[in-house]
Each structure stands twice: as C-alpha cells, then as structure tokens.
C-alpha cells in the first residue's frame, strides 16, 4: 500500500489478525497473562478468559502459549463447533496419540476408543514429567454436551496432580452457558478466571506509538490529541476497532498529503466504519463543538 513510504512503515501497522510481534501489554491484558501463568502453575482446575468482541482474547492465547516453557505439551482448539466426538479427535491429533485403532472398530465404539487413546497418551507424557494444557477459543459458541466431554477428560488424574489442564476464552455470554445445570460440575472447577478490559485513554496513545512504532515508524506522534479523543469516544477501546479506524484514518491522511491525523480524518474514518456509524454531525456543522470539548477535556487531563 501507497501509505506504507508515505509514513516510512515497512509493513500495515493496524492489521486485524492477531499477530504476537505487535502484542500491547496494556493493565487488563498484563493482568490476565499474569493469571495465566500464575494458574498453569498451580496445575489443577479450569482457567476462564473472557472478553467482549475484539479485546484481543486470541492475541493473548498465542503471546501466553509462546511463553511456556519445554516441559508443556499443548493443544489449541480455535473451532468451538464441535460435537463430543470431534473434540476429542481434535485433542488426540494435537497431543499426538495413537488412534489407529479407530479405522479397524465400529463407529459406535469411537468414542470410547478415543478416551482410551488420549488417557494413555496422557499417562505416558505425565511420565516424561511434561504437563499438558488445552486452550479452546470461542467457547460461549460450544454445545453444553461437548463441554461436558471436555470436563470428563479432565477427571484423569495421578495421585499428584490432573493429567491436563484447560483454559477456556470467550465471550461474556461464556457465564450465562456455564450456568446451565448439566455443567455446573465444570463451573465449580473453574479456579481462575479473568475478564478482559478494554483500553483506557492513556493506554489507547501508547497502544497507537507501539504498533506504529513495530511497524517502522520513526517520526513524531501521528495521532493529534482530539483525533485520540474521538478514538477513544466512539471505539470505546476495543483494540479491534482501534485498530480498523486507525488505519483508515492513515489512509485518510494519505489521501491528503499529511503526515498526521487530525479530527477531520478520524471523523471520515469513524464515517466509514459500519459498526460505528451513529451519524455525528459533520465537521461542517460540529467542528466548534468537538473542538472546545477536545480542549476541556485536554485542560482537565493536565490537571490530575
């Protein structure tokens, strides 16, 4: 893309796909890594991760699979559409179990061949002193019978410790399934959970320095100080749709010869962004406005 030379970027620097290079540890996201491995250590029960859409959920299940060390063996189930059945086929493919002997049995009997498999695959990693961790994504869109397979899994166990341990991430709609009373058994074993924030107002400046910055970027700040505060406004945070309009605004910047973002770019940003399309009145009509707010709230900032 033609902004690339334009701010002296090597690559896009506000992609939407989860890369750990561009990884932000803003407070909500260092909070919820720190539960992570603080729980992981501790070696037993479910560990519960939730989030609205685009809080950055999947970016901090691979940044926390990255950080463990040799002696885990994990799994990573990002399709939550998967019956019983399928899930535990998923598990034995990703920790590597000997399932030949599915081809020669009858269907009917698979599953318990299955179970069979995984718990001798995991018995014999638990010997190689390596521990175990499934990470599912998506789990608010799971079937309550699958996750209950999921949870009977989880009943192996040595006299030491379980056999594998699970990190569930998902949606706030997450805790109404887990309320079901056919799983409250795997409810009451969640020992550690977490909800994702989104980006509070200083941490959107940094946020925005930080990807331009992983991406090449070199100059002064781009974004302006009002163009952050609509950002921050109508985004309400979300990395996701930081990301989205960001971009655009760069585009629209671009598109105009500057080499910064202002209030006018980010409002045509924002304007052509779906989900945030609340019609504000235009620049034409609101820009006295927008600005004197913009300078009050930048005057109280100085002041705390």
Known sequence: MNYLKHFGLRELPFGITPDTSYFFACRSIQEALNTLL?????????????????????????????????????????????????????????????????????????????????????????????????????????????????????????????????????????????NHPSIRQLKQRITFDYHLGPLTRPELARYLDHRMAVAGYDGARVFSALALWMLKSRTRGIPRLVNIVAHKALICSYGRGKKSVGLREMNDAIDDTSSLRIRVPHLALASVAIFTVGLLVLQLARTV
């Open 38 to 178: 603080v729980a992981v250590g501790n070696g037993e029960g479910f560990i519960k991760i939730t989030g609205e859409v685009g809080t950055g959920k999947t970016l901090l299940c691979r940044r926390f699979l990255s950080m463990l060390g040799p002696c885990y063996v994990t799994a990573y189930i990002p399709n939550p559409y998967l019956t019983p059945l399928g899930l535990l086929l998923e598990l034995a493919e990703e920790l590597g179990a000997d399932i030949a002997a599915l081809e020669r049995a009858p269907e009917m009997q698979h599953q318990h061949l299955l179970l069979k498999a995984l718990s001798q695959r995991l018995l014999n990693l638990a010997i190689e002193d390596k521990r175990v961790l499934v990470c599912l994504d998506e789990v608010q869109a799971m079937p309550i019978e699958t996750l209950e397979a999921l949870r009977l899994l989880t009943n192996l166990e040595t006299e030491k410790r379980k056999l594998v341990q699970v990190v569930i991430f998902g949606q706030p709609e997450l805790d109404e399934k887990l």
